[in-house]
């Protein structure tokens, strides 16, 4: 197959960083008449890796593919256009990549004019985009994170040209507004703040496959935040690879405390944030968490190590004590706090010492869950470099005994909440069990109880009476029938047409100048007793577009609350 070559990665490129403030692209509606033509009766399938940069990456890509006519489809060997959105931050997730594009070989050969897709964080490595495009000649395109937005332009390329397109540009990075968004849930929704990563740690990819550190606009962050309220949704989590350096890139002389305070403050029922890096955790933004209700008193953490050579040589610029400090902070000023982790096992020569002080500060942090991952070395990362004498059965029984660790204090703080009530936001019917619906509680433990269809995507209140390791179970506590009700009907009120139209109508009929001054006309003819100008006057209010709007509203609003008055009666 011929190639077009718009760019390729090169990590001397990925690695810079420069202090100045990243452009802002307004992305511009850029369908073709070509592309509407192509999309019509097609499918599209992707598949996501990875954190939740890709998910939110993948919305907005559904949101592009949509917006030409393309369906999604679940299953792969019936689509058309198929994107594998992929991640590289420990090998495993890379294998299982080259698993899938092989498994697509058949399809592919059958079907010459499907695309196939290779985006996400794997083709950001030089060496293995070669490998991909030498092993899997039936890829016929591949860009990087920071082409998402392009995607319409490259699918009309490769189905114009019918040449493989390669776009993948190592650089500091832009920021994106205006891409449409196609949501993975109703009522749950992910919301970028900053884009890349500055940190470098040192085992770590994300750094060179996401590009410098870019926050949004404070403006354009809250306005994507309103829309979400505006729609109903219940959870909005703030994303970055690090949240905390939020603003520090930017000259609005706004941090991530005033920013999460912004969104509190609009009203979402449940406010998260991750991922948090303990080097930039202010005392300020604690103190924020502390004061909202719903800040969700739930904070990921990750610690990578206990241990304060080892941390030294991660690049993590915080020591064991610094951790400690932080969480002791945190316990004490956030109530019921739930607090999570990722932590590296077999960083290279990590020793027996080394590794029990990750132990240690385990049992004494008494984390609520955590993420535990076996170093997996990153070409192009200064770890990967290092020497590493341990061996892979020394790394697999030390991840045992942290999990076994880990397992103690979460099992202990999950049994701690039996018999108590929580607030959960429900998901839907459990994944491991078909009678049971699931959600999170505030301190994101996960609860399964009996539920129905009804409290999909509602708050509702759950006793536990069961604790399991991982999960709890819980029976769902009704509220007073009349409670309910009267819950369900400012709901619906909330959005009801007809009283947002009144209220909208009401606001202009009263700040109207030119109304104002005939008001105030008609009074001073009524003093002088002027009944002519009196009348005329009248009669030029009474039929004022505005007035005549008014009072229709008025009218259809108070049959609408009538009507709802009777049916109580
Ligand atoms: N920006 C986030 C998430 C980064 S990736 C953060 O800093 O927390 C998620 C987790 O993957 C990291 O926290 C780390 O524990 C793990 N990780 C990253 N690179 C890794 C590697 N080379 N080997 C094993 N685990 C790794
Ligand atoms: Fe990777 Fe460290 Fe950046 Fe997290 S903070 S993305 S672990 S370099
Ligand atoms: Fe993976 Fe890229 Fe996220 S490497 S963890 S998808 S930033």
């Given at each position: 197959m011929k190639e077009k070559i718009l760019n390729k990665p090169d990590l001397k490129k990925a690695i810079q960083r420069d202090s100045s403030v990243s452009p802002i692209i307004y992305v511009?509606?850029?369908?073709s008449q070509k592309l509407l033509d192509f999309a019509k009766d097609k499918k599209y399938y992707i598949h996501t890796y990875g954190c939740q940069a890709n998910v939110r990456d993948e919305e907005s890509m559904r949101g592009m593919l949509e917006s030409i006519g393309l369906t999604k489809t679940e299953n792969r060997e019936e689509a058309d256009v198929i994107l594998l959105n992929t991640c590289a931050v420990r090998e495993n997730a890379e294998d299982k990549l080259y698993g899938e594009i092989g498994n697509l070989k058949g399809y592919m050969e059958k079907h010459k004019d499907a695309v196939l897709g290779i985006c996400g964080c794997v083709p950001e490595e030089p060496e293995i985009l070669e490998r991909i495009l030498k092993t899997f000649p039936y890829v016929n395109l591949v860009f990087g994170t920071h082409e998402v937005y392009r995607l319409l332009e490259f699918l009309e390329e490769v189905i114009s040209s019918k040449k493989r397109l390669i776009a993948v540009e190592s650089k500091s990075g832009e920021v994106y507004e205006g891409l449409p968004v196609i949501r993975t849930s109703k009522y749950k929704a992910f919301v970028n703040i900053i884009y890349g990563c500055n940190k470098f740690c040192t085992y770590c990819i994300v750094p060179y496959t996401r590009g410098k550190e870019r926050s949004r606009k404070f403006s354009d962050i809250l306005k994507e935040c309103q829309e979400l309220i505006d729609d109903g949704y219940q959870e909005i989590t703030l994303l970055g690879q690090n949240v905390n350096a939020y603003g520090k890139d930017l000259d609005e002389g706004k941090d991530f405390a005033d920013l999460l305070e912004a969104v509190a403050k609009l009203g979402i029922p449940r406010l998260r944030f991750t991922t948090s890096h303990p080097w930039d955790f202010t005392s300020k933004m604690i103190d924020v968490i502390a004061k909202y209700d719903n800040v969700m008193n739930f904070i990921h953490l990750p610690v990578q190590s206990g241990n304060d050579n080892v941390l030294k040589k991660m690049g993590r610029r915080y020591t064991s004590s610094d951790y400690l400090k932080l969480v002791k902070e945190m316990k004490e000023k956030i109530p019921g706090l739930g607090l999570s982790t990722d932590i590296i096992v077999g960083f290279p020569n990590e020793s027996d010492e080394e590794f029990n002080d990750t132990l240690k500060l385990v049992d004494e942090v008494e984390y609520d869950s955590a993420f535990t991952f076996i170093y997996s070395p990153r070409k192009g990362t200064p770890a990967a470099r290092m020497e590493d004498t341990i061996s892979k059965e020394t790394k697999g029984k030390r991840f045992k005994e942290l999990v076994s660790h880990l397992e103690k204090s979460i099992s202990a703080s999950s049994e701690r909440m039996v018999g108590q009530v929580y607030d959960v936001l429900v998901d839907g019917v459990s994944k491991n069990n078909e009678d049971m619906y699931s959600g999170y509680t505030e301190s994101n433990k996960l609860v399964h109880f009996k539920g129905d269809e009804s409290m999909v995507g509602k708050i509702i209140k759950v006793k536990i009476t069961e604790s399991h390791t991982y999960s709890l179970i819980g029976e769902v506590i009704s509220d007073d029938p009349i409670i309910q009700k009267a819950k369900e009907l400012k709901e619906c009120l909330k959005n009801e047409p007809v009283l947002e139209e009144y209220l909208r109508i009401k606001a202009i009929f009263e700040v109207d100048e030119s109304l104002k001054e005939l008001r105030q006309k008609i009074a001073e003819s009524k003093a002088k007793n002027e009944k002519d100008e009196y009348d005329r006057l009248k009669q030029m209010y009474d039929n004022h577009p505005l007035v005549i709007n008014y009072y229709k509203a008025k009218e259809e609003a108070m049959e609408l609350l009538k009507g709802l008055h009777d049916i109580i009666q």
């Open positions: 511009e509606d850029n369908r």
